[in-house]
């Protein structure tokens, strides 16, 4: 699985008032713990108390690109915040995200061909978040449709089902499961899929618990990817133990320690 660290998001209140306060080292240290837990990539979020979204989201690439190489995902529901972090980003960026809207779609696919980043593309729309499995698929395969019209590389595409709290919206996450195994049948080659974890808990008390199950039980559908805490050991040993039931890494003994080796 490909692990995108969460924490660099001004929605968590430190993280938050260092954006504010421009306190590189809160940003800087937690790069780096997420990469030494394992994150694959960082996502940088300014968050939704950000005043100059476009000189945060600067500031914050810069700040990271001292202490880490690793591809950042760059999120934003604005394309210009997007793009000004693209170009201080370097290689393998990922663009987080786009709607399924024609005309935001057809943006940000050409931010990621000209930057050769790769694309998140949300099942929603200026509509609003779908109620079931249904629209989830048409709202993915308008996503797909535009990709292959402007000869994105369906392979670099991630689609994300928008995952729900399971406080509000329990009866909807069968189909959030359901929609991860079907986006794959959309195309051929398959489109690739990412959850942002954290929201199926919110407003839980028993978050990291329920993070946990939903992610084994996300990649026995065929997940790739997640937007989650890194530094969270039992949800990380579950998502290393789920891909060893699933056949992804090799048996041994010390199949934990061994896979953080890696
Ligand atoms: N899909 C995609 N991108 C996303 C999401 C998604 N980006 C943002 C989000 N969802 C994923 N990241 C987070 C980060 C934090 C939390 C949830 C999802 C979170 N934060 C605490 C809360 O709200 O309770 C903050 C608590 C604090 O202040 O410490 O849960 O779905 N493509």
Redesign the pocket.
Known sequence: MFIIG?LI?G???SIGKAIKEKNKSVIQSSAVIQIQNGADAL?V?CGPGSANPVSDMQWLVEAIREVTPAPLSL?SSKPQVIEAGLKLAGANAII??TTADTDKADTLISLAKKYKAKL?G?SMSSKGIPQNKDQRLELAAMVVARCVEQEFLIEDLYL?P??MPVKVAQAQMGDILEAIREFKIISDPAPKT???L??VS?GTCQRSLINRTFLTMALAYGLDAA?LDPTDTALMDAAISAELILNKQIYCDSFLDAYRKK
């Open positions: 969460e998001n929605m968590y209140t996502d979020n999120d987080n995200s998140i949300l994300d928008i995952a990412v959850i942002g954290s929201n919110q937007i």
